[in-house]
């Protein structure tokens, strides 16, 4: 199965290349990034051994699509999409802080949850939730930006501002522009007859010391759906929720004895396992966007990236 894993391009005018756990991003004249989403599948923080068929192009072109559903609301780096793996915007200082939210009771929450943790990232749960049971009111639990490697780690508003992650004026304007993205995401999806449980959120700022929104956005890699029908009627029963999210990959692991620990070895990926994955990230893409998914041809998928980047470039 042909995917793209790494990427060693050598760009006119190109400065540096930093490789994150999916994308590989190329600083071009320190104004532009020419940023590449690989097929690469991440959990728990450690990317795993083989890729995964359309990934990077499912997770680009959701991203872009959402960028251009918010930009009225918030403002973002994106420039153009000269490939489906490809999106170039403007260089940014990045913020070293995730900016997650969660408007239900799941994944790490619950994990959290269920070891007897009331407190989260300084957010104080009500007792008596289930896993998967809509919060009283949307939650921001941020997390710390790791360097290759490390593990995000949950911090809380009070520990950013008191150790200068961020400025409070800063990050006043980051917790607002997290509410209305998460507001419109919400929205976008119960049109799509889904939930957008919780996401993440990245943010930069621009030579003029603009904050705009960068990276990816409402993906499955950032976010966890439900299928709204039946939702509540699933509660009631306390049966599993049905998900679009990346959370199946991850309970695939920890079924299979690795949740990212030292020591644990990654199960195999066989190559019915694999497929399984694609057809399931082409569902997530199909479901979140409401259109059909057009594969791209991945007969030489670095060939396809070069040259039309090359192109884009060329024309600036």
Known sequence: MNTITNTNFNFPNQIS?????????????SELLVMIATDRLSAFDVVLPKGIPYKGQILNQIATSFMNLTKDIVPNWLI??????VAI??????????MVIRGYLSGHAAREYAAGKRMLCGVMLPEGLKENDRLPNPIITPTTKADNGAHDEDISREAILAKGIVSEVDYVVLENYTRALY??????AAGRGLILVDTKYEFGKTKNGEIVLIDEIHTPDSSRYFYSEGYQERQERGEEQRQLSKEFVRRWLIENGFQGQD????????DAYIESVSERYIELYENILGEKFIKADISNINSRIEKNVLEYLSKQ
């Open 17 to 29: 290349v930093y490789r994150g756990k999916v994308r590989e991003v190329y600083n071009i004249n």
């Open 80 to 85: 153009a999409t000269p490939d489906p793996n």
């Open 89 to 98: 915007g403007y260089l940014c200082e990045p913020f070293k802080v995730e």
């Open 183 to 188: 507001q419109r995401g919400s929205e976008i």
């Open 263 to 270: 020591g644990q070895a990654i199960p195999e990926m066989t």
